[in-house]
C-alpha cells in the first residue's frame, strides 16, 4: 500500500538533522526523519566494562570501516592521509565526538573580502547569533564567559575542572605570554534538563555513558518526538526521487527489514553530513539530473575540507588527568587570524588534551618506538602513563575543488548502495600551517618540562569534520544551496548539515552547524507560505 | 569456533614467546609477563575480529623464525623480533596491540600500577578545579577579534 506523503522528510537523526526536526516540530507540520541506525543505549557504551579501551579498536571504533557496524557504510578512503570517522545512529557523530564546542568566528565568513583566498559566505555571523545561543541552551553548554580572543558566549553551566593537565598547561601558556581559555563543551558541569552532571567517566569520544556528555538522541530529539516529530531508525535511503517538474517527491528506501519503500514528501531536507550528503545526491541520478540531483554547478562532492590536525604531545614528571576526565579542557587562539609573517593565510585553533589510558598509552607509544620491548618496558611504561599532555591544532582546511567525494566504482554498503570514494591531498599552505603549530606546540610542551615528544601530523584517524562538499552560495553556477539552505536546482530540497560550510574556520563545526540547521529551520518558517517560490 | 581453536598449537606457542618478549615478568614491579597463561587465555577469548590478523602475523613470525620461536637462541630470537617489529606492518602491530590491551588490564598489572580495578561507569573520578586566578594575565593582556566588515 502506498505511503501517505509526508510534509517533510528529514535524512540523517545526527547533529542537524535533530536541531531542524526540533525546530520545525513548532509548525504542526507532518515531519519524518528517516535514519539508518538505531536507538543508543548508554548501559553498553564502553566505560561500563573493564575492556573500555579494547573496545576503541573495535566495534567502538570512529572509523565505519573498523567498526563495521550494520548501521554503517564503507568508505574509501584509501587514496587520502586523512581517514573519515563518523557514527551512525539516532545522535550521529555527537554519540562520539570530543564535544569541545568553539564556534566559527566573525571574520571566517568572510575569508576572500580579508584575506582574498577561497570565499565569502553568503550570511554572516550576525546572522547565526541566535541560533548559536538557542542552540547553547538545547544542547548544555558549559564554559566561562568572556574570552577576548573568542566570539562572546555564554554558557549555562560553569566551565569544566582544570584538573592536572590544565594546570600545567594553563602555566606554560603564561609562562609563554600565549592566550588560552577554559573550552566551552557540551559536557554538563551540573545537573541540567534531565541530564546528570559529568563525574569524569574518562574519554568522552566513544559515547557518555553518564549521559553528561549532550547528544542529540538526549537533546533534541526527546523534545521533537514530544512534539510529534516521528522518527523512523534503521531506514536507510537509497535515493531522492523527483517528479516531471522537477521537485523531490519523496525517497526510496530500506527498512529495518531490509524491504525497500518508497516515501512520499512534500519537502526532503538532507541532514547526511559532507560525506553522506554528496553520496546521496550523487547516488539519486535521473534522466532530469544526470550528474546526480542538484548537481548542476557540477560542485556536489567538490570542496571537501576536512581540518588537518596537527597533534603534537610529550611527557611530564607531574602526574596528568590521564584517562581521568574528558579529553579536552582548554583551547587557545593565539594562532587563528592571518599573520602573513607566518608563511601561511589563515590559522588554527588549539585545544589541549589531558592524556590517555594504560591501553591507549602502550599502544600509542610501543607504535612511535618509545615504548621498548624487554626488560626496561616496565619502567618506561610507567614513566609515560599518566603523564601524556598533548596539543593538537585544528588547522583551517581551505576548500579545493581537487579534493572530492564520489562515487567508488566497486564499494558498496550492506543494501548494495554505491559507497563515497575521498580523494583528498593536504595543501601546501595547511602544512606550512600543521608546521607552525607543531612548532609552537612544542615550545609549550617544552616550557611544561615535557620530554619524549612525538608528532601526529596529520592525526590519520582523524577526518571528524566534514565539510563542504555542497556548498552554501548565492550563484547558482558555484554553489550547491542558496543562502538559506535551499538547493539552487530543486526548490523543495534543502541541506542542512555541515556539506554547506563555504570554508571551514579553524574549530570544531559542530556548534556552527547545528546554528546553521536552525537557520535554515526559521527561515523556511518565515517564507512557508512561499517556500517553493 | 573459538579463537583458542583457530590458531595452531605451534601458533600459540610462538605468541606465548612473543608476549614474553614484550612483556617480560618483573619481580622489581611484582607484575607478570604478557606469557602468563592468564594473560594468554584472555588473548586467545578475546582475539575476535583481530584474528586474521594476528594469524597472518604469526605466520610471518613463523617464516622469520624458521623454527618455533623458543628453540631460537637468545640473539636469534631478537633478531627476528626486530625484524617482525620494523617490517611486520599492520599484522604485527594488531598482534603486539592485543597483547598490550589484554596486558594492561589484567587485575595484577593495573593493582602494580596504582589504578583502580574497575570499569570507570558509575563511579568516575574527581578533578580538582585548579587555580583560576591562571587566567588573570591572559584576561589582563585581553584581546579584540579580527574585524569582519
Known sequence: ?533 | MTADNQLTRAQRNDLRTVAAMIIPASDEYKVPGADDPAIQADILATLGRDTKMVTAALDHLAQLAGQPLAELDFAKRNAVAQEFRKNGGAAAATLVRVVLQCYYRDDRVLRSLGLELRAPFPKGHVLPDGDWSLLDPVKARGGTLRRAP
Not at chain 1, 489 to 513: A, E, Q, R, W, Y
Open chain 1, 1 to 533: 500500500m502506498a505511503k501517505d506523503p509526508v510534509d517533510v522528510l528529514i535524512i540523517g537523526a545526527g547533529a542537524s538533522g535533530a536541531a531542524v526536526a526540533w525546530s520545525l516540530a513548532e509548525t504542526k507540520m507532518h515531519i519524518l526523519c528517516l535514519e539508518q541506525g538505531g536507538w543508543m543505549n548508554p548501559a553498553e557504551y564502553p566505560s561500563t566494562g573493564r575492556d573500555w579501551e579494547a573496545k576503541f579498536y573495535g566495534e567502538w571504533s570512529s572509523s565505519p570501516n573498523v567498526r563495521g557496524r550494520p548501521e554503517d557504510y564503507p568508505v574509501n578512503d584509501d587514496n587520502s592521509p586523512i581517514k573519515v570517522v563518523n557514527y551512525n545512529a539516532v545522535g550521529g557523530s555527537t554519540v562520539m565526538y570530543t564535544a569541545h564546542w568553539p564556534r566559527l568566528h566573525p571574520s571566517d565568513f568572510k575569508v576572500k573580502t580579508l584575506d582574498g583566498v577561497a570565499d565569502d559566505w553568503p550570511i554572516d555571523y550576525d546572522a547565526l547569533t541566535p541560533f548559536f545561543e538557542e542552540n547553547d541552551r538545547m544542547m548544555g553548554t558549559s564554559g566561562l564567559s568572556g574570552d577576548p580572543l573568542s566570539p562572546l558566549t555564554h554558557p549555562p553551566m560553569p566551565q569544566q575542572p582544570m584538573g592536572l593537565s590544565g594546570a600545567i598547561v594553563a602555566k606554560a601558556m603564561n609562562k609563554l605570554g600565549w592566550h588560552w581559555w577554559p573550552s566551552d563543551t557540551t559536557v554538563a558541569t551540573m545537573d541540567y534538563e534531565g541530564r546528570a552532571r559529568c563525574i569524569n567517566l574518562g574519554h568522552c569520544t566513544p559515547a557518555c555513558a553518564q549521559g553528561a556528555k549532550s547528544s542529540t538522541d538526549i537533546t533534541y530529539w526527546p523534545h521533537a518526538v514530544r512534539a510529534g516529530v516521528e522518527l523512523r531508525t534503521h531506514c536507510r535511503v537509497r535515493e531522492i526521487t523527483t517528479d516531471e517538474n522537477g521537485m523531490a517527491s519523496g525517497v526510496v528506501y530500506y527498512d529495518k527489514d531490509g524491504v525497500e519503500q518508497f516515501q512520499p514528501a512534500h519537502v526532503v531536507i538532507i541532514a547526511c553530513n559532507g560525506i553522506g550528503t554528496p553520496r546521496l545526491l550523487l547516488n539519486s541520478k535521473s534522466d532530469r539530473f544526470p550528474n546526480g540531483l542538484a548537481n548542476s554547478s557540477g560542485l556536489v562532492g567538490k570542496n571537501l575540507m576536512f581540518h588537518p590536525y596537527a597533534q603534537i604531545y610529550g611527557y611530564v614528571k607531574e602526574p596528568t588527568d590521564s584517562n581521568r576526565a574528558p579529553p579536552t579542557c582548554l583551547w587557545s587562539k593565539q594562532w587563528y587570524d592571518t599573520d602573513l609573517s607566518r608563511g601561511f593565510v589563515r590559522g588554527y585553533g588549539v585545544q589541549f588534551v589531558r592524556g590517555a589510558g594504560p591501553v591507549f598509552e602502550a599502544v600509542v607509544s610501543e607504535q612511535k618506538g618509545i615504548l621498548p620491548w624487554g626488560e626496561d618496558h616496565h619502567r618506561v611504561f610507567r614513566k609515560l602513563n599518566g603523564h601524556r599532555l598533548g596539543f593538537s591544532a585544528i588547522c583551517e582546511d581551505l576548500p579545493e575543488e581537487h579534493n572530492q567525494v564520489t562515487l567508488d566504482p566497486v564499494l558498496k554498503d550492506s543494501h548494495g548502495i554505491p559507497a563515497p570514494k575521498i580523494d583528498y591531498t593536504i595543501s601546501e599552505n595547511s602544512r606550512k600551517m600543521m608546521e607552525h603549530a607543531l612548532a609552537r606546540g612544542r615550545e609549550v610542551l617544552e616550557a611544561a618540562g615535557a620530554t619524549d615528544i612525538c608528532v601526529n601530523s596529520p592525526i590519520p584517524w582523524g577526518g571528524w569534520h566534514l565539510l563542504g562538499t555542497a556548498r552554501m552560495g548565492t550563484d547558482p553556477r558555484r554553489s550547491v544551496v542558496n543562502e538559506w539552505g535551499r538547493t539552487h536546482d530543486v526548490k523543495n530540497l534543502f541541506i542542512v548539515d555541515g556539506s554547506i560550510f563555504v570554508t571551514s574556520g579553524g574549530v570544531n563545526p559542530t556548534s556552527t552547524i547545528q546554528a546553521l540547521a536552525l537557520y535554515i529551520a526559521d527561515q523556511m518558517k518565515q517564507r512557508l507560505a512561499n517556500l517553493f517560490d
